[in-house]
């Protein structure tokens, strides 16, 4: 069979906007492989590394995983007919039929997948430190990079997506719930009810600040707003930092304003706006004894407003930040390389 002729322009822009899953959540394994192992080529990485060796990889690794059973891996790799199979789509599809995965069994493997087809596949030499299991895919190889780094984000995407439906569904992020249970030793199941508990727990001081400022009880209303907001703060920087974490709002703030702990989600005048509500967060509190002690009823008037104000902004700032906090838990999930003993005979 001769060699199937590629159109470099074209597959660099076919692979700059590849859909990775179709809209039934199934990967195309034949595609996928053919692809990657196109990438190999095109970048000079190897000239013998051919598809089907990424895709036996794949079902190694699944075969010496704990956690996948023989039923589970016949209904997440399975096979789809062509209606159409014609000898011209041999180059990618060499049966009459294509192999799929779901996004549900790749969630399991993919990282090991991935990781493993550059050091095993490729035998590119392993480095003592990597914080990214998909780091052997350099930039100078352009569309191997490019393909990985896509497949990266997708995997991130679809995470997050369905990381955010189920939320909303039971009242806890299921990758929050995993990353609280690795960090503090302790069962899922315990991690998720902790996890509900707080996201009640904030609902509920979310709902006592608006009943506050309607009842024009605004320093009670700015107390819980910080309760909320610093509450949120600490529990991110806390997972994303092994350091020691202050507790206060001003230091706490100091840190995501200096970008000492990274984050996705935020847009960086978020905080910046937290810390000029905090400023006047103060004045508010510390300025209810010097608007009475003068008995002015001007000074109490301007002071009311004041913290009429501040408490209306911190109402806003407190939803913003727990809804961006509920964004970056899908960040929470350690995806650093999986090192594993499977290999190629």
Same mark, same amino acid.
């Given at each position: 069979? !001769?060699?199937?002729?590629?159109? +470099? +322009?074209q597959f660099f822009k076919n692979i700059s906007n590849y859909k990775y899953f179709d809209d039934e959540g199934c990967l195309d394994l034949e595609l996928f492989c053919f692809n990657l192992s196109?990438?190999?080529?095109?970048? !000079?990485? #190897? +000239?013998? /590394?051919? #598809?089907?060796e990424i895709f036996d990889l794949l079902l190694d690794i699944f075969k010496e995983n704990p956690d996948s059973r023989k039923e589970e891996n016949k209904h997440w790799v399975h096979k789809q007919k062509f209606l159409d199979w014609s000898p011209d789509m041999s180059f990618i599809?060499?049966?009459n039929y294509k192999r799929?995965?779901? /996004?549900?069994?790749?969630?399991? /493997?993919?990282e090991t997948w991935i990781f493993n087809i550059g050091y095993i596949l490729l035998r590119i030499q392993e480095e003592e430190k990597q914080s990214m299991y998909y780091y052997w895919a350099k930039k100078e190889w352009t569309l191997t990079h490019i393909f990985i780094v896509g497949f990266h984000h997708c995997m991130m995407k679809m995470f997050q997506n369905t990381d955010k439906t189920i939320a909303k569904k039971e009242g806890y992020s299921p990758l929050e719930a995993l990353a609280t249970a690795k960090k503090d030793n302790i069962d899922y199941d315990k991690s998720c009810e902790k996890i509900?508990?707080?996201n009640t727990a904030l609902q509920e001081a &979310?709902? #006592? &600040?608006? !009943?506050? &400022?309607?009842?024009?009880?605004?320093? +009670?209303a700015i107390t819980l707003q910080e309760c909320i907001i610093s509450n949120c703060l600490f529990n991110y920087a806390s997972h994303m930092s092994n350091k020691s974490i202050p507790t206060t709002l001003y230091k706490l703030l100091k840190i995501f304003i200096k970008k000492e702990i990274p984050y996705l989600e935020a847009k960086d005048d978020l905080f910046k706006n937290i810390d000029i509500w905090r400023k006047n967060r103060n004045t508010s509190l510390h300025g209810y004894i010097t608007s009475r002690s003068k008995n002015l009823l001007k000074n109490k008037e301007k002071f009311k407003q004041f913290s009429r104000d501040?408490?209306?902004?911190?109402?806003?700032?407190? &939803?913003? /930040?727990?809804?961006?906090?509920e964004k970056e838990s899908a960040n929470y999930f350690d995806f650093s390389p999986k090192f594993n003993n499977t290999s190629r005979h």
């Open positions: 069979m !001769s060699e199937l002729k590629i159109d +470099e +322009e196109t990438c190999f080529k095109l970048d !000079s990485l #190897s +000239e013998t /590394v051919p #598809s089907e599809y060499p049966r799929r995965i779901h /996004v549900a069994g790749m969630i399991m /493997v993919f509900k508990r707080r &979310i709902d #006592s &600040i608006n !009943s506050a &400022i309607n009842e024009e009880y605004y320093l +009670e501040t408490a209306l902004d911190g109402a806003k700032l407190a &939803i913003e /930040v727990t809804e961006w906090y």
